[in-house]
């Protein structure tokens, strides 16, 4: 049976070990909007984030739970890349999130749990306000300590097959601004 296809970025799984309110300035990086469960990276001017950058090298505070405007009002929806506001980020270096692999010519397996990968970025949805990133199946699970993600397992459902399209990962961020990057497959 095939999987789902439901880009999400990273959905954090089980517990929130711990959240904070970031700044969103006035103009993100590229000009480009901010979707629940994006990526996004601590800039180094205080208290500002933006999303962050696929691939390799490109590190990651944590991923957007809540998007409120510049009036403090929660948004229901995504934030455009015109105004400004705050976030609420899921930024522990020990959460654990669901992430699904983009379906192109390869697959992850079960051999890949414990390696490193790194993500690609897509376009958030305007119909579910989700995030567009997904894991990059064409990559292996390997030991480059400044890949983006660690694989943990493939999710523990029926409707999630893993070596097919679209497989659902737990995983949690391995360059983590807040965190070294973990060397070594399976450790």
């Given at each position: 049976m095939a999987n789902l296809n439901f880009p999400r970025g990273l959905q954090p799984y089980e517990w929130?070990?711990?959240?904070?309110?970031?700044?969103?300035?006035?103009s993100l990086t590229g000009n480009v909007d901010l979707f629940i469960w994006d990526p996004v990276i601590l800039?180094?001017?205080?208290?500002?984030?933006?999303?962050?950058?696929?691939?390799?090298?490109?590190?990651?505070?944590?991923?957007?739970?809540?998007?409120?405007?510049?009036?403090?009002?929660?948004i229901n929806v995504y934030r455009d890349a015109s105004g400004g506001g705050t976030v609420v980020v899921a930024d522990s270096p020990h959460q654990y999130y669901v992430a699904q692999g983009d379906g192109d010519?390869?697959?992850?397996?079960?051999?890949?749990?414990?390696?490193?990968?790194?993500?690609?970025?897509?376009?958030?949805?305007?119909?579910?306000?989700?995030?567009?990133?997904?894991?990059?199946?064409?990559?292996?699970?390997?030991a480059t300590v400044d890949d983006?993600?660690?694989?943990v397992r493939p999710a523990n459902r029926v409707d999630n097959t893993v070596g097919l399209a679209n497989a659902d990962w737990i995983c949690f961020i391995n360059n983590h601004q807040?965190?070294?990057?973990?060397?070594?497959?399976?450790v």
């Open positions: 929130i070990p711990h959240r904070a309110e970031f700044v969103v300035p006035a800039t180094g001017t205080g208290n500002e984030i933006d999303i962050a950058g696929a691939g390799n090298g490109n590190p990651i505070i944590g991923t957007v739970l809540a998007i409120y405007d510049l009036n403090g009002d929660p010519t390869s697959f992850l397996d079960l051999n890949d749990a414990g390696g490193n990968i790194n993500l690609v970025s897509g376009t958030g949805s305007e119909v579910n306000f989700r995030s567009g990133f997904e894991l990059d199946d064409s990559e292996t699970g390997d983006q993600i660690r694989l807040r965190n070294a990057g973990i060397v070594g497959v399976g």
